[in-house]
């Protein structure tokens, strides 16, 4: 083997020149075989002028082989080209034979030619591809075992893609399909997926690669159910229509998309709800550069709108998601107005100059704190963000004449047990109360969703830290359950849920099955190759710490206030009737909230939570860290 190795570390004019010499020694071997294999002996070469026959000949086939590219082929990543090169090299030798026996007088027997080539053509192909199986071999020792599962298009593909890889050894193919049991596609094995478990076991496999891009997530949920108990690593293709586009190689292996886990099929967004508020129309976002707005963005940038104002108090949130609109426009011809402004929703002057300037016809209000311990720790920025942030920005929307006005809410806000869920639905309060005065044309209404993959402050992510850094996985409790959808997703239902509000809207998003956390990060740690590790599992590679509960937090969310819901013109959109309150009951609760936060009373602010409409049940005494260091009595 050192040898080998010395060899294939030589460089590439010294690898040519061995070639050459090897080959020399092939043509003129078979030369004299073929005399040999048609009289029976050589004691006749000296009698006849045969040399001269073999000089040329030797000289032109080398010359042959060399302007073919032979000796320009890697015998690493050799292929049926090289094969075919040596044939036709062979073909012009012989015929050289035939050619320069006839020239030179020589008596070369008539079907020498054709056993020469014969001999030629199987030492000088044959040798190559012995070279190429050593070198395969040598290089496979230190590969990844994959399977690959799926042997349609996709996966021979794939399998074609990884044939010259230095990483990745592909074992065989696993298929559904019965008719495609024990044959063979360019030279893999297809197994049945019954046996994925034993060839794993069998050959050490490391990793499975998903090579189904035309499953839905439903199937995909189905088939990782199956393969999440095994030792393997558990990688995807990219999408194929990113793949047909140019965007990702099929290559390009990444980890299984969270979403497939949950196993939740994209419904097709209905076109006329998606561009009713927003074709050719003046259309803000504030809040535009966090994880809601900016998608937002995107997609009512797809809707082509006459202008987009891009509201944000982020410079660099701003910055990236302008840049990004930008970049897209350019890309697709769009002849969209795009306007980043930086102001903050709590400044009620700079929203309504925003709106009267640029005739604002749409609203989506996504502009808020959401993250559940922090605003337990910064009560009243939250309070001032989330609910005074609202209600200013519905009252600049009414002045300014705009159309539509559609708020982003949280499954936090019903029944809430913390002061971001309370806030929120004090927010949906101060919409409805808006909603039901007469004195305005602007439509108010409110979209509740729960988590989405990828968010900022999302536990995906951080599980995914996690388990790189070799654990341990922080789960807060055994038991909690969470719903999840992707941002995109909750964009599209968000924009057309707004399209069918009337005012005072609840709109309520099918957020299908909730998922239990712990299950969660379980499998993300199985689908790594990776073993949790437990009580029986003392040998497991990443432990699973239960953290406790942090402040506010439930264990499990709602939708719902009551049972009052009615389905409406889309599939996964609901609308609820819930009680409200009229605007002047709502006004005084405002003011009495607006002289509690100035004058910093959070046991005041806590009380006109709890005794406001929104069914606030605090799970923890008041956790404000300015409050807690200046030694107020906590409630």
Known sequence: MFKLKYIWNLSRASKRIISVLIDSFFIISSYYAAHWARLGDLMWLPKYDNHNVLIVTLLITIFTFTKLGLYRAVLRYLTFHALYVVSLGTIISTISIGLLAYYFNSAVPRSVPVIYGAFLALSCGGVRLIVRVLVSQSFSKTSKSVLIY????????LAYALRTSDTHKVIGFVDEDKTLENTVLMGIKVANVNLI??????????????????????????????????????????????????????DELKDVAIED????????????LMEANIKDKVVMVTGAGGSIGSELCRQIINQHPKTIVLFERSEFGLYQIDREIQVFCQDNALNIDILPIIGSVQDSSRLLNVMNT???QTVYH????????????????GIQNNIFGTYKTAQAAIKANVESFVLISTDKAVRPTNVMGASKRMAELSLQALAAETNHNTRFCMVRFGNVLGSSGSVIPLFKKQIAKGGPVTVTHPDIIRYFMTIPEAAQLVIQAGSMGKGGDVFVLDMGEPVKIVDLASNLIQLSGLEVKNEDNENGDIELKFSGLRPGEKLYEELLVGNNVEDTAHTRIMTAQESFLSFAEFKVILDDMDKACHNFDHQAIRD?????????????????LLWNKKDHHQA
């Open 608 to 624: 006109l939570l709890i005794n406001a409409p929104t069914q606030f049940t605090p799970s923890d005494g008041i956790s404000d």
């Open 261 to 272: 886990l949950l196993g939740r099929d994209p419904v097709t967004p209905q076109q006329s």
């Open 150 to 157: 799926g042997a349609g298009s996709a996966g021979r593909q």
């Open 366 to 381: 996504a502009a808020a704190y959401k993250h559940v311990p922090l605003v337990e720790y910064n009560v009243i920025e």
């Open 197 to 250: 478990e034993r060839l794993v076991d069998r050959y050490n496999v490391q990793q499975i690669l998903l090579a189904v891009p035309s499953a839905t997530r439903t199937r995909r949920k189905e088939i990782l159910n199956e393969l999440v108990h095994l030792s393997a690593e558990v990688l995807t293709i990219p999408d194929m229509s990113d793949i047909i586009s140019g965007k990702a190689k099929i």
């Open 358 to 360: 640029f005739a604002v």
